[in-house]
Each structure stands twice: as C-alpha cells, then as structure tokens.
C-alpha cells in the first residue's frame, strides 16, 4: 500500500519533470506572432501557404499588391482583416509584420508599413466584392509581368498538410 | 461510484446517440448536472473569443488532468470540438489512418497545469472518411454562430483537404504564449 | 477459381447455343408456367400535400454524407414518405407545393471522390427527383440550419450561401432550372430573403448588409450600422419572419428580440428591440436555446421561442417550455410547458394551425399554439433529427 502511493508519487514527479522539460523545449511566440496565430493562422497557415482553391498563400505572395495603389488598400479591405478582432493599432502592427515576415521580397520598393490611421479608415468600408477586385488586380500584376500567367496564389498554392 | 438507473439510462442514451459539435451539448450537460449532484456547468467551457478567452483557459486549467489524451478534460482540449482523434486510433497531433489532416485549424489558447504555462493550440480536423463517432466533446463556452465562422462550432472545418467529410478533431501545439 | 470457371463455361455455352436460340419466340410462355398476377403492382403517387405533413430533416450524424427528410402527418403520427438526401442539406419547400428543393452535396464515392453540390427538384406528389441544378461553386457546409439557403419571396430564385471560407452566395433561377451566378459577400454570412430580388445578410460586427439583384445575378449591396452587441450577446441564425410585414424576427442569446423592418426596396428600416425575458424570470436563469428555435404564425400573428433555464452560453440546450410572444404589446403571452426538451419547433402554416416541436432523440410534440395543449407525441422522426418545415395550404 505506502509503495504504491510511494510510486504514485514518484511517477507524478516524473510526470511534471517530463512536461516541465517539454515546456522549455516549447517555443515561446512573441505578441505579434500571438495576434497572428489567433487571428490568422487557421486559414493561412503558420507557414503562410493557405489551401489549395480555398485560402490564397500570403508567404511569396501578398506583397505583390503592393505594387498597385489599389492594392496597397486591398490588402487591409479584406474580410479577413476587416473582421479581426483586433483593435487598428494592433492590426496594423500585425499587417507589417505579416508582409515582412512572409512577403519582403514581393513588396515594392517603395513600400511604406500601414499606419494606424490607414487601417482604421479601410475597416469601416469592407469590400463588398473581394472576388472581383481580388481577380482584377491579379489580371492587372500578370500584365505587369510581376505574376506569371496562371499564377494566382489560391489554385496555384501546393497541396500541403 | 453508484449509479442511479436514471444515469445509466442516459449513460446509454449518450453512447448510442451520435452527434457532431451541437446537440450533444445538452445531453453531456444533463449528465454534468448529474455526475455534479445538480451543479450546472459540466467541464467543457471553451473560449475562442477575446473577452472570455482567458477567465475560460483559467477555469478549465483547474479541473483539467495531463495524462488521459481520450478524455474530454485533458489539459490541451479547452477549446475542443468534436470527436477526439485520440479515441479514433489517431492522436493529440495523428490524424487515424485512411484521413487527411484538414490544412486549416482553429487556434485557441490553453494551461498546462503541470507548468502553468500557457499554450497555443492549434485544433484540426481530420477529413475524408465518415464521422468517427467516438469521445465526442463539445462547449459552447464563448462559441458564436457562423457568421463569425472562427468561433463557430458548426462549421465543417475541412477547407482546403482533398474530401471535406468530417472524421475527427486532434489538438497540435502551436507554441507557448 | 471454381466460381470463375463455372462463369466461363456458362458463357461458352451461350455462345454455341446462340444463334439457335435467338431465334426462339421469347415471347409466349408454355402454357403451364403462365402465371397471372393475382395483384396489380404499381407506384404510389401521394395527394396534395397536407399542411399539416412535417418534413423532418434527418442530418445522420452517424452518417453525414446519407441525411434524409422523413415525412409525418402531424395529425395522425403517420408515415408518409421519405426523401434520400447528401451532406449537411437544406430543404426548401415550394409556396405552390408542388416541389422540394433540396441543396446538397455528394462525393462520387461516398466519403471521397469527386464532390458534387447540387440544387435536387423533388415532385411533391411522387417524390421523384425531376431535376438536378449543379452550384459550380459549391455550398456552406455547415450542420444544417435554415438561413444557410433561402427562396425569393416569389420563389423564382433559389439562394444558396457559400463559404469556402470566403463569403458569397449562389443564385438558382429555379424557373429557368439553371444557375445563374454568384453574388459577393463582404465576409457576411446566411441569406434572409426580404423581397423577390433581395435578401439580407448579417455580418460579424453585427450589422445587416442589404443586397439587391437582378435575373442575370448583378447585384448591389448596402451596408447599415450594427443593430445588436456580436462580441457579448450576438442573435441566433436562426430567426422568424412575418409574411405579410415582410419583417424579421431575431433572438439574441440572452433573450432580446430584435423586430427588423423592411421598405419596398429591401433597405432595412430602424431596428425595434426589448428583452422577452423579465428581471424575475432572467434571474431564474430562462434563457432562449436550441436549434431551431423561432416560430412565427401569419394568422395567430404570434412569435414561438423555445426557452430553458441554464447559464451563459446555454444557447444550444433544449427548450423547457415554448413562449409566446406578441410583438404588437411587446409581452410574453403564454408560457406552453412542453412534454419533453425540444431542439427544435415549426408552426403549421395554415388557418388551424399546429404547434409541432422536435426532440434530440427524435419525436415530435403537436400541440395547439392558442392552448397549449398536448395533443400528441410521434416516436421515431429520425436518429439525429434537426429541423423541421411544411407546406403552406
């Protein structure tokens, strides 16, 4: 009876030893990455590569709006964004860190992070036709050379696990 | 424990039954209140939303166990929903075999208790086979109706996987908080 | 091996046999193996449908991708008959009663292979499937609700909510049986028809957007100011609606009644709220709950709201009792105390209308809406039974 309890304990001491070094071994996300993985990440993935036909990759892909005035203002009019239960502020952090963790190397040279103001101003006119003006821009960048034909980060994206 | 006939009875009710993410709630709800002696809530609250979010992870915290993966109060499934994966020949992070892990996830966040830390998990539906059927475990603790699909329960989470048909939902670790 | 070979000789046989063979009458039969049939054999055709015949929507947890709607005469308990349905279906049922719509989705090899979303046309008399309308976009699976597909107040177009997860929805021209389009969402949800070229839908902050369209699937839409709180007490997706005011009924999780007004263009007009649910009664902890858990009858011009006693975050607990509410004074009427918790509740459209509620384990209630007496109980509606409906007289 008492080594039963004895190893019972043992073994719980064992047990917390176990977790407690897994722990450690578990990466700790920063804020931003935690807004993103809230808000995000279960349809772009923590690898930024969506789902085939369903959700557009933002990793080598999303900055490439940039290049467009009217993308610049696409890519924070989007459901997605628009919706996040994030206040501007945090959202916009999360919007440039976003494209300069997945996307610095799409983004225009020229590009400028969003500012607070920005976002604040395109989450009160959500777009009504994301489709439309989501297939318009991609058609516009393919013109510009910048997409190869085809190309349209949501068909195109790999079947991944 | 003794066993009163009436809870048998619902106890067989409840294993015959099947159901999804939804009207089991009450059923499991009716068993807390009698596995609890009358008091209400039974151990699933779930919060994916911001506000409830942290006051839920801390309740479930404390009753929660670490060391039984098939049961509905281990420590990672405070925002779970669905059949547990774990009970399906799969795992906390396997999908059973002959199913596809759906590419997309909801993330919630939870305790360890054995560290206090807090994790984030990522919960993920196992598609392309029919339902599993086994452990189901549901909350509606902060959960929302679909036209705020992230915290809705009633969405088939499959987005993306080559057959949508739900299987099972396993919970992956994301990372710490 | 055996059973092949027996296959094989079988063949050969056939082929020497052949063309003697072919050449014998088939036709006339000896005299000695000329059976009459004592009984005719024939199909059944069903008459008109009674108002008062239910259709059960079966989802099958057990086997989502096999779902079916079970027909009861609610005034006899009685069978009528069944439809065969795919995943996750909505059922939609023709204001001339002559068809079920039913929206649905199918893998060419049951739980894989190629999916399939269609919009399947069922004769309402002989319950056959006349025709089959594919939705190229696919649909919103989702564990059926109602407002996940609705018709035009005319019932000349079919709308099916899509969500993959992008929002849109699908138009149907059920007159010319073809799809038309697809209509963009600015990420809202559900489609609540409030015209016979418009419908509205809600949208995560807790607005409703209006949409317009034409037969060729433009459409325009218009945004309004959030009408109720989605981050602490958001409304049911499921809500009843007024025939003859054209008008809205939703249901928030702590029981505020939200009465949404339209104008002839489907433009949402100021929203009227108040709580049915009292200071005494609220600290009962009565609660709305369920499935599908608003009624609405154009004749009694009465809500029914099943109701329970149990915490926040209840809203899916069964419903202890059906309220019913007048919106005209804005009280709780009665208070029916049902037979067993009902998920789900339906009123008969006509003139002599029946109050019929849906348990878990399914069976149906029937009371009289204007008593709230019990009349009789149906055992055996289904193994997973959610939603109810029936055709208008």
Known sequence: MRTAVLAALLLSAAALAASVAAAGEVRRVGEVQEDYARNCQGCHRADGLGAYGSVPRIRGFAGLFTHLPEGREYLIR???????????????RLMNWMLEAYSRDELAPDFRPYTVEEIREARRRPLANVGTVRARLIAELQRRGLLPPGEDGLVSAKRVR | MRRSSRLDRWVEEATRRIAWRTSRRSLLARLGAVLAGGALLPLLPVDRSGRFRQAHAQAFAEQAQTTDDTACDYWRYCAMDGYLCTCCNGAVNACPAGSEPSPTSWVGSCINPADGQVYLV?????CGKGVCGRCPCLSTEGEMPIYRPQLSNDIDWCFGAKSM????????IVGRA | MGRRGWILGTVVATLLAGPAGAQQDIGVLPEQARLVPEE?????????????????????????????????DADTGDFVGVLHSGYVPNVLLAPDRSAVYIVETYWSH????????????????????????????????????????????????????????ATSVSLVDLGAQRYVGEIESPGCSLVY?????????????????????????????????PFFDSETDPVFEHAARDSASRAWFFVSYDGRLYEVAYDEKGRTKPVDSWSIVGKAEAEEGWRPGGWQLVGWHDGLKRLFVLMHKGPKWSHKWPGEEVWVIDPATNGVERRIALEEPSLSLFLTRDADPLLVTLTETGVLGVYDPQ???????????????????????
Request: some cysteine; proline content about 6%.
């Open chain 3, 110 to 165: 049951g739980t894989r292979g190629k999916r399939e979303d269609l919009v399947t046309v069922f004769d309402s008399r002989t319950l056959e499937a006349e025709a089959e309308i594919v939705l190229p976009k696919g649909r919103a699976l989702v564990v059926s609700k109602q407002p996940v597909a609705a018709l035009s107040d005319d019932a000349r177009f079919l709308l099916s909510f899509n969500l993959s997860p």
């Open chain 2, 122 to 126: 990522a919960y993920r539906d196992c």
């Open chain 3, 371 to 393: 008593t709230g007496e019990h009349l009789r109980s149906v055992e055996g509606v289904g193994v997973t039974p959610f939603l109810l409906d029936g055709f208008r007289p």
């Open chain 1, 78 to 92: 989007v459901p997605g964004v628009v919706w996040a239960m994030l206040d501007d502020a945090r959202l916009a």
């Open chain 3, 193 to 225: 028809p409030t015209g016979d070229r418009s419908f509205s839908m809600l949208c995560p902050d807790g607005s409703l957007v209006d949409v317009s369209f034409r037969e060729d699937g433009s459409a325009t839409t218009a945004d309004n100011e």
């Open chain 2, 165 to 172: 048909v739900y299987h099972c939902t396993a919970a992956g």
């Open chain 3, 40 to 72: 005719e054999f024939t199909i059944r055709t069903l008459p008109e449908p009674s108002p008062h015949w239910v259709y059960v929507l079966d989802v099958a947890f057990d086997n989502l991708v096999a779902s079916r709607v079970n027909i009861f």
